[in-house]
């Protein structure tokens, strides 16, 4: 089973750019689906984005379409959500999660889970 640690979290001002890692580790990476999730204060933990294994096919909320991109290195056990046009209801720990097999849009689908990175996004 991996494990997931992720990275580039920070403070930015709306319109502007972030972009999140997560790296994984061990060697069956290539066989993870990736997600990424984000929980803001108060709310459940929601949909961000989602990769196949082989990274050809991607998944996005409608709240992020256009906005974020998210990749995988397979040869470097990382994906990388790439945010920009950031809005302040993008603010939230954003967290990084594997499963075997096939990308949902669920958290419950989702069986390794990163630690989580802060993203705040001022107006």
């Known amino acids: 089973q991996v494990q997931l640690v992720e990275s580039g979290g920070g403070l930015v001002q709306a319109g502007g750019s972030l972009r999140l890692s997560c790296a994984a580790s061990?060697?069956?990476?290539?066989?993870?689906?990736m997600g990424w999730f984000r929980q803001a204060p108060g709310k459940e933990r929601s949909f961000v984005a989602a990769i196949e294994r082989s990274g050809v096919g991607t998944r996005y909320a409608d709240s992020v379409k256009g906005r974020f991109t998210l990749s995988r290195d397979n040869a470097k056990n990382t994906v990388y959500l790439q945010m920009n046009s950031l809005k302040p209801e993008d603010t939230a720990v954003y967290y990084c999660?594997?499963?075997?097999?096939?990308?949902?849009?669920?958290?419950?689908?989702?069986?390794?889970w990163g630690q989580g990175t802060q993203v705040t996004v001022s107006s």
């Open positions: 061990g060697r069956t990476f290539a066989g993870y689906a």
């Open positions: 999660a594997a499963r075997l097999g096939f990308v949902v849009l669920t958290t419950a689908g989702y069986t390794v």
